[in-house]
């Protein structure tokens, strides 16, 4: 029973490391491969407006 609590423990940090780490920085903006994500729809619906260009969402 010990074992299986360690188990259990030990799965559930790797989840909430994984989800720390794969979130998005607070920032609102995400570089990834030299390409700037906007990570705040209405910033990127700002931004869409100002520069006529389409919005691509992504969902995670």
């Known amino acids: 029973m010990k074992a299986l609590a ?3 423990l030990v799965l559930g940090l790797i989840v909430l ?3 720390v780490v794969g ?3 607070a920032s609102g ?3 990834i491969q030299g390409v ?3 990570t705040d729809l209405d910033a ?3 931004e869409a407006r100002t520069t ?3 919005i691509l969402i992504v969902f995670r």
């Open 17 to 19: 490391v994984g989800a």
């Open 36 to 38: 700037t994500w906007l």
């Open 6 to 8: 360690t188990v259990l």
């Open 52 to 54: 006529g260009r389409p």
């Open 44 to 46: 990127a619906r700002a």
């Open 23 to 25: 979130a998005p920085p």
């Open 29 to 31: 903006e995400e570089e």
